[in-house]
Protein backbone atom coordinates (compact mmCIF):
# COMPACT_ATOMS: atom_id res chain seq x y z
CA UNK A 1 0.00 0.00 0.00
CA UNK A 2 1.71 3.57 -0.98
CA UNK A 3 2.12 5.99 1.84
CA UNK A 4 -0.60 8.03 1.08
CA UNK A 5 -3.25 5.55 1.44
CA UNK A 6 -2.29 3.99 3.80
CA UNK A 7 -2.39 7.77 5.47
CA UNK A 8 -5.66 8.03 4.46
CA UNK A 9 -6.98 4.13 5.49
CA UNK A 10 -5.31 4.86 8.88
CA UNK A 11 -7.13 8.06 9.47
CA UNK A 12 -10.61 6.56 8.23
CA UNK A 13 -9.80 3.66 10.88
CA UNK A 14 -9.66 6.23 13.40
CA UNK A 15 -12.32 8.36 12.48
CA UNK A 16 -14.63 7.30 15.88
CA UNK A 17 -12.04 9.12 17.43
CA UNK A 18 -12.87 12.82 18.23
CA UNK A 19 -10.06 15.52 17.14
CA UNK A 20 -7.71 12.42 15.56
CA UNK A 21 -5.33 14.77 12.83
CA UNK A 22 -1.41 13.82 11.35
CA UNK A 23 1.46 16.23 11.46
CA UNK A 24 4.39 15.56 9.18
CA UNK A 25 7.78 14.43 10.97
CA UNK A 26 11.06 12.92 10.32
CA UNK A 27 9.49 11.32 7.26
CA UNK A 28 6.26 10.02 7.89
CA UNK A 29 3.84 10.94 10.35
CA UNK A 30 2.62 12.08 13.60
CA UNK A 31 -0.59 11.17 14.48
CA UNK A 32 -2.27 13.20 17.29
CA UNK A 33 -5.85 13.21 18.92
CA UNK A 34 -6.31 17.45 19.85
CA UNK A 35 -2.90 17.67 21.66
CA UNK A 36 -1.80 14.19 22.51
CA UNK A 37 0.79 12.60 20.39
CA UNK A 38 0.22 8.81 20.10
CA UNK A 39 1.41 6.95 16.95
CA UNK A 40 3.60 7.13 14.04
CA UNK A 41 2.79 6.39 10.50
CA UNK A 42 6.21 5.35 8.80
CA UNK A 43 6.67 3.18 5.75
CA UNK A 44 3.49 1.90 5.63
CA UNK A 45 3.31 0.83 9.40
CA UNK A 46 1.63 1.76 12.11
CA UNK A 47 3.02 2.48 15.26
CA UNK A 48 1.07 3.67 18.91
CA UNK A 49 2.67 4.34 22.46
CA UNK A 50 2.73 1.66 24.50
CA UNK A 51 3.64 1.43 28.41
CA UNK A 52 4.08 -1.68 30.87
CA UNK A 53 0.75 -2.81 30.90
CA UNK A 54 0.22 -2.38 27.15
CA UNK A 55 3.48 -3.71 25.40
CA UNK A 56 2.94 -7.30 25.86
CA UNK A 57 0.04 -6.88 23.83
CA UNK A 58 2.09 -6.16 20.70
CA UNK A 59 5.54 -8.23 21.56
CA UNK A 60 2.93 -11.56 22.00
CA UNK A 61 1.95 -10.84 18.35
CA UNK A 62 5.43 -11.06 17.79
CA UNK A 63 5.21 -6.66 16.42
CA UNK A 64 8.60 -4.78 17.26
CA UNK A 65 9.30 -1.32 18.40
CA UNK A 66 9.51 1.99 16.03
CA UNK A 67 13.66 2.25 15.72
CA UNK A 68 15.71 4.77 14.08
CA UNK A 69 19.38 6.42 14.00
CA UNK A 70 20.24 9.92 15.49
CA UNK A 71 23.78 11.32 15.48
CA UNK A 72 24.76 7.56 14.28
CA UNK A 73 23.26 5.92 16.92
CA UNK A 74 20.26 3.33 17.17
CA UNK A 75 17.63 4.24 19.61
CA UNK A 76 14.58 2.66 20.31
CA UNK A 77 11.49 4.34 21.58
CA UNK A 78 8.28 2.96 23.33
CA UNK A 79 5.54 2.70 20.14
CA UNK A 80 5.49 -0.84 18.71
CA UNK A 81 4.10 -1.34 15.42
CA UNK A 82 0.56 -2.29 15.29
CA UNK A 83 -0.41 -6.02 14.17
CA UNK A 84 -1.96 -6.30 10.97
CA UNK A 85 -5.09 -8.21 11.67
CA UNK A 86 -5.96 -4.88 14.30
CA UNK A 87 -5.29 -2.76 11.85
CA UNK A 88 -7.81 -4.19 9.69
CA UNK A 89 -10.50 -4.15 12.60
CA UNK A 90 -11.69 -0.31 12.97
CA UNK A 91 -13.14 -1.43 16.48
CA UNK A 92 -10.32 -2.53 17.72
CA UNK A 93 -7.78 -0.48 16.37
CA UNK A 94 -9.61 2.49 18.16
CA UNK A 95 -9.39 0.62 20.97
CA UNK A 96 -5.87 -0.09 20.86
CA UNK A 97 -5.46 3.99 19.76
CA UNK A 98 -7.33 4.59 22.57
CA UNK A 99 -5.03 2.56 24.82
CA UNK A 100 -2.17 4.60 23.81
CA UNK A 101 -4.03 7.99 23.77
CA UNK A 102 -4.78 7.19 27.48
CA UNK A 103 -1.17 5.96 28.05
CA UNK A 104 0.12 9.32 26.79
CA UNK A 105 -2.33 10.95 29.51
CA UNK A 106 -1.08 9.00 32.44
CA UNK A 107 2.44 9.64 31.93
CA UNK A 108 2.65 13.30 30.05
CA UNK A 109 6.25 14.08 31.15
CA UNK A 110 8.13 10.23 31.09
CA UNK A 111 10.55 10.37 28.14
CA UNK A 112 9.52 7.47 25.65
CA UNK A 113 13.38 7.10 24.86
CA UNK A 114 15.09 3.78 26.68
CA UNK A 115 18.83 4.69 24.63
CA UNK A 116 20.90 6.61 27.27
CA UNK A 117 22.19 9.53 26.72
CA UNK A 118 25.84 10.14 26.29
CA UNK A 119 28.29 13.26 26.98
CA UNK A 120 27.73 15.85 29.84
CA UNK A 121 24.30 16.56 31.43
CA UNK A 122 22.72 19.53 30.39
CA UNK A 123 21.89 21.38 33.65
CA UNK A 124 23.98 22.90 35.38
Same mark, same amino acid.
Given at each position: ?????????????? %? @???????? @?????????? @???????????????????? %????????????????? @??????? $????????????????????????????????? %??? $????????? %??
Amino acid at each position: MRDDSFHEFVLDQL %S @ALPEVRTR @AMFGGHGLYQ @ADRFFGILMDGRLYLKTDEQ %SRPGYVERGMGPFIYEK @ARRTLTI $NYFEVPPDVLESREELVAWARRAIQTRVANPQK %SVR $NAKQKGPHP %SG
